[in-house]
């Protein structure tokens, strides 16, 4: 059985940081890309950040680059969102992925950025 496991959302204040975790089982967590995905109210899921099996590439979508960061610790079967600088329009439920042929998704964790 997979699972992917979120950690680390909850409420902070504009301009603060939070970490989130995301630990798998029941894969080989090496070989699959991770991502993480948010989703606000009346908008569609979409990539916020990625990260190669390796961990040698990331990307990010534009609206976070330069305040969040992606990492993985293979040896953990976990990856990491650093968000920095979090904004207002940084709230959502953000979803941990992880892509190699198929794909699974966390359950997703609610973020809040509000003073």
């Known amino acids: 059985q997979v699972n992917l496991v979120e950690s680390g959302g909850g409420l902070v204040q504009p301009g603060g940081s939070l970490r989130l975790s995301c630990e798998a089982s029941g894969i080989n967590f090496p070989l699959y890309a991770m991502s993480w995905y948010r989703q606000s109210p009346g908008s569609l899921r979409e990539i916020v950040a990625q990260i190669v099996a390796d961990g040698t590439t990331t990307i990010f979508v534009a609206s976070v680059k330069g305040r969040f960061n992606i990492s993985r610790d293979n040896a953990k079967n976990t990856a990491y969102l650093q968000m920095d600088s979090v904004q207002p329009e940084d709230t959502g439920t953000y979803y941990c992925?992880?892509?190699?042929?198929?794909?699974?998704w966390g359950q997703g964790l609610q973020v809040t950025v509000s003073s």
């Open positions: 992925n992880a892509r190699w042929g198929h794909e699974f």
